[in-house]
């Protein structure tokens, strides 16, 4: 099963550059998310995606822009890459109802570590 | 104030050992709760949600204790292979599931 797969698992930037993280989930998920995650800051929302047409900033989405492509897809764009962004970054999806539930967990993905120069 | 606190660690304990976690959230709102498991350079994993009554899975119990806020993860007879960093999760619903993590806790389970 593969559940939540992100790409690319690493990548380096130069401070400038753009990129785009892939995030695609398989289990029919009407919610996902994009974190970051940082030593001593634990996972910070960066933005979510409720349903499929919508996508909301979390707590943290200075820099960053997302599209949700179709139910399966959420995409997490970085238009001009800051050494601040040096992180690893988790999507997670949740919520095969609608409206959703507020105690379903989250699926993650295993991660993209991300390194900006 | 953060939304979810835990005491980072590290907790060393030999095997065998019972462990407790606590974790603090601030938001009396709060309605789901859940504690993940983090293994080094991996990702979380849902470990278990925590019930109003408690609850039980093998050798981990989770209870929430609303009035204090607070919520807890006993792990008795510890495995090597428990070591990992333990993530309190606490679910402020606003329209999607959106959840807020605690720091971690630190756990290594020594032979």
């Known amino acids: ?117 | 104030r953060k939304e979810v606190e835990q005491d980072p660690g590290p907790f060393n304990v030999p095997e065998g050992a019972t462990v407790a976690f606590n974790c603090t959230y601030s938001n009396s709102a709060s309605q789901s709760f859940f504690w993940y498991r983090q293994d080094c350079r991996k990702e979380p994993k849902l470990l278990m949600s925590v019930y109003s009554s408690g609850n039980e899975d093998g050798r981990f119990t989770a209870q929430l204790n609303r009035a204090s806020q607070y919520i807890s993860l006993l792990i008795r007879d510890s495995k090597l292979s428990d070591s990992a960093t333990y993530l309190c999760v606490v679910n402020v619903a606003s329209g999607a599931n959106n959840l807020f993590f605690g720091t971690g806790t630190r756990l290594t389970v020594i032979p």
């Open chain 1, 1 to 117: 099963n593969a559940g939540v797969t992100q790409t690319p698992k690493f990548q380096v930037l130069k401070t400038g550059q753009s990129m785009t993280l892939q995030c695609a989930q398989d289990m029919n998920h009407n919610s996902m998310y994009w974190y970051r995650q940082d030593p001593g800051m634990g996972l910070r929302l960066i933005y979510y995606s409720a349903s499929e047409g919508t996508t909301d900033k979390g707590e943290v989405p200075n820099g960053y822009n997302v599209s949700r492509l179709n139910k399966r897809e959420f995409s997490l764009r970085l238009e001009s890459a800051a050494p601040s962004q040096t992180s690893v970054y988790f999507c997670a999806s949740s919520s095969p109802e609608w409206p959703p539930k507020p105690n379903q967990p989250q699926h993650f993905g295993d991660g993209t570590r991300l390194s900006i120069l």
